[in-house]
């Protein structure tokens, strides 16, 4: 898929960009999948229930080989030509998959941060796919804050969406108050209909409102790492746990899980 040079300029310069469109044909077979996936959820299966007793926040995650419907997503769509595009890499290689459904009426805010201290890989070149399955308002869509891929070299503290941290003990720098300084952000949030989707890279800092609409909020989230991706092993266990994984330290990221679904 050809992707325009300015949509590749704003993904390399602000670390996320709007697709519209993209998975256009792909969205009833990944929502047949997700329906599969309630039905089944996996071991990793992560809901959060809010105290305030409205509707959970189901999350799930590495589901493609055994849901058919994200299997063929992930060998047969757009998304890895257009990984490898935004990325500007000669390769785009599969990480893994994320679902997320906040029910309707969920309280649950989903806090700033950035994925990339979460997972067991590094590396300058990275994409998520925030795919979502139902039309979103901005008031219920991913909030991304343009520029903040290159705020920090290290990264800054993993914590679980109900606060705890993932790594107790590990030396991360703390996200400063980004609610407060919220005007002065270049936060940046769309209205999305299925099939399109917002790309962004796994070091921007981004979150995600309460879903106060009438419906369900189910994302199917890709996420796609380039030719320079290197394994972290201190994270094996971080958020998708890769605890299998028996690379060296730094040493290039492959699993047989994380197959190279595009080369250029
Ligand atoms: O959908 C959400 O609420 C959060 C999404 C997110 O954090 C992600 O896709 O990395």
Request: aromatic share 12%; charged share 20%; glycine share 8%.
């Amino acid at each position: 898929m050809a992707v325009p040079s300015e949509v590749v300029e704003t993904f390399q310069r602000e670390g996320v960009v709007v697709l519209r469109g993209v998975f256009g044909g792909w969205t009833e077979r990944l929502a047949a999948g997700v329906a599969r996936l309630r039905a089944a959820p996996s071991a990793l299966e992560r809901s959060y229930r809010p105290a305030d007793g409205s509707a959970p926040f189901f999350q799930d995650f590495c589901n493609w080989q055994r849901i058919a419907e994200f299997r063929a997503f992930v060998l047969e769509s757009p998304a890895a030509a257009l990984a490898a595009a935004l990325m500007g890499s000669s390769t785009a290689r599969f990480f893994h998959d994320h679902v997320l459904i906040k029910e309707p009426g969920s309280s649950v805010v989903t806090p700033w941060h950035q994925d990339a201290p979460y997972y067991c890989v590094a590396g300058s070149q990275s994409v998520s796919f925030w795919t979502p399955l139902d039309p979103v308002g901005r008031e219920v869509a991913l909030e991304c804050i343009a520029g903040s891929h290159r705020w920090s070299e290290s990264g800054f503290r993993p914590v679980r969406f109900d606060g705890s941290p993932l790594f107790p003990g590990a030396d991360f720098a703390d996200l400063p108050d980004l609610e407060a300084r919220r005007a002065d952000l270049p936060v940046r949030s769309w209205a999305l209909e299925p099939g399109d989707a917002v790309a962004f890279d796994f070091r921007t800092v981004h979150g995600a409102p309460a879903n106060a609409s009438l419906r369900p909020r189910r994302v199917f989230s890709h996420r796609w790492v380039g030719d320079d991706a290197r394994f972290v092993a201190q994270r094996a266990h971080g958020s998708p746990p890769f605890p299998h994984l028996e690379l060296a330290d730094g040493a290039p990221f492959e699993a047989p899980e994380c197959p190279v679904v595009w080369r250029g």
